[in-house]
């Protein structure tokens, strides 16, 4: 009021708290008043105004705790000599709110400096906005250097288990060839690539980082490490198969020729074909089976003045005059023998069916033999073995008279007898 003015430059102070704002001054002089704030420091005035590792820094209107590498450059305070910066009687707005504030109504809010970029931070920076204030920072994945932000190769601190690539802010990890990353994008685990179309051709086995072709059986790994190559086995040895060997894809048969089947895989047998009856022979004709066939022989094979008298035996009988000079009685066989056989070789015995008493006997080759093929090794009195002397080649047929002549001196008696053999060599040594 008029009455408190005790002259013409009068000072009422009055406590004000608006915003925490400190106290305001009001000076008066003759038809005008002027206002203007005293600021308290309350880092100075507050005991542990900040706690921890925060520092007081002092502002007009109020304090802040800020980290202690911080620096805050403050607005210088009015002086009391000066003039009132806010005349009462002017129209002007004053913000009654502490720096980093504006006034909303009957409060006050921050100022965002990041958003209205009334900041300085480098451009390497991150503007973050903190209540009254901003800061400054680096992004993920750099450091500060100076007033720069520099990028952190993290491929130094060996946060790869196999290959690291250092990017802008950030690294990859990277796998050997075989390997993967695992969900931790760190660490690598094996690649099972027989799972994953690895291009072996036949079979495939994983191993750690890697994998490995192999072939089944009869075929050979090719240069390439992938293809199976079919193996020859024919050509390695010709002790494979006893005729023929013929090679198949990843393996290898054996054949026989004609007349001959199988033994098992490798061997050939001889096929009875008189036995299986496939034999073509007709009426009046016995089936002979040979090694690779068989041949068909007349069931009476006795000529004049031979007769028959049972099956395969002949006799000429002395009453006939032209018997005198020729064998009483010729009985026929058949054998087959293989080529190649080994000499000297017992092919046949021969043995005497009756034997007069007293009478010697003896044994000899009497026709077939001209290239002395053949001998006869005697036994005893009775038997003989007809023995082959060089080796033979077929398919070859050789019809051989043994004959076994018995001499008798008590009662002056000789007779002969012969055995009429075909021997047929078979065309192979099987």
């Given at each position: 009021?008029?009455?408190?003015?005790?002259?013409?430059?009068?000072?009422?102070?009055?406590?004000?708290?608006?915003?925490?704002?400190?106290?305001?001054?009001?000076?008066c002089k003759p038809k005008s008043c002027?206002?203007?704030?005293?600021?308290?420091?309350?880092?100075?005035?507050?005991?542990?105004?900040?706690?921890?590792?925060?520092?007081?820094?002092?502002?007009?209107?109020?304090?802040?705790?800020?980290?202690?590498?911080?620096?805050?450059?403050?607005?210088?305070?009015?002086?009391?000599?000066?003039?009132?910066?806010?005349?009462?009687?002017?129209?002007?707005a004053f913000n009654p709110c502490p720096v980093g504030y504006r006034a909303q109504g009957d409060t006050c809010v921050d100022i965002d400096e990041c958003e209205l970029d009334m900041h300085d931070c480098q451009p390497s920076q991150e503007c973050i906005n903190t209540v009254g204030t901003y800061t400054c920072q680096c992004p993920d994945g750099y450091s500060k250097i100076g007033i720069e932000c520099v990028d952190i190769d993290e491929c130094r601190y060996r946060y790869c288990q196999h290959r690291c690539v250092n990017v802008p802010g950030s690294f990859s990890c990277e796998c050997e060839p075989g390997f993967q990353l695992a969900g931790n994008n760190r660490s690598c685990v094996d690649v099972n690539e027989c799972e994953m179309g690895a291009p072996c051709q036949q079979r495939c086995y994983n191993s750690y980082g890697t994998f490995l072709c192999r072939c089944d059986q009869g075929y050979d790994l090719g240069p390439d490490g992938f293809s199976c190559n079919d193996i020859d086995e024919c050509s390695y040895s010709s002790f494979l198969c006893q005729f023929q060997?013929?090679?198949?894809?990843?393996?290898?048969?054996?054949?026989?020729?004609?007349?001959?089947?199988?033994?098992?895989?490798?061997?050939?047998?001889?096929?009875?074909?008189?036995?299986?009856?496939?034999?073509?022979?007709?009426t009046g004709q016995v089936c002979v089976n040979i090694h690779g066939g068989h041949q068909c022989v007349n069931s009476n094979r006795c000529q004049d003045p031979f007769v028959q008298v049972s099956e395969n035996?002949?006799?000429?009988?002395?009453?006939?005059?032209?018997?005198?000079?020729?064998?009483?009685?010729?009985?026929?066989?058949?054998?087959?023998?293989?080529?190649?056989?080994?000499?000297?070789?017992?092919?046949?015995?021969i043995q005497a069916?009756?034997?007069?008493?007293?009478?010697?006997?003896?044994?000899?080759?009497?026709?077939?033999?001209?290239?002395?093929?053949?001998?006869?090794?005697?036994?005893?009195?009775?038997s003989a073995m007809l023995?082959?002397?060089?080796?033979?080649?077929?398919?070859?047929?050789?019809?051989?008279?043994?004959?076994?002549?018995?001499?008798?001196?008590?009662?002056?008696?000789?007779t002969s007898s012969v055995l009429r053999l075909s021997v047929y060599v078979g065309p192979h040594a099987f």
């Open positions: 009021s008029d009455s408190s003015l005790k002259n013409e430059n009068s000072v009422i102070m009055y406590p004000f708290s608006c915003c925490s704002t400190p106290y305001m001054q009001i000076t002027s206002l203007f704030y005293l600021d308290i420091n309350e880092c100075e005035t507050i005991q542990q105004a900040c706690q921890g590792e925060m520092k007081c820094f002092n502002h007009y209107g109020g304090y802040l705790c800020l980290p202690r590498s911080a620096s805050v450059i403050t607005a210088p305070e009015p002086s009391s000599q000066s003039e009132p910066s806010v005349p009462v009687e002017s129209n002007e060997c013929v090679n198949e894809p990843g393996r290898f048969s054996c054949v026989c020729p004609e007349g001959y089947e199988l033994l098992g895989t490798r061997l050939c047998q001889d096929v009875n074909e008189c036995e299986t009856g496939t034999h073509q022979c007709g035996r002949c006799i000429c009988p002395v009453v006939k005059p032209e018997c005198r000079d020729l064998p009483f009685s010729i009985v026929h066989r058949y054998m087959s023998i293989t080529s190649e056989r080994s000499v000297p070789s017992d092919i046949f015995q069916t009756s034997v007069y008493p007293g009478a010697y006997n003896s044994f000899r080759i009497r026709f077939g033999d001209e290239n002395d093929e053949f001998y006869i090794r005697q036994i005893n009195n009775i023995v082959l002397a060089r080796a033979v080649t077929g398919p070859k047929e050789y019809v051989l008279d043994l004959e076994m002549v018995s001499v008798s001196p008590l009662i002056n008696y000789q």
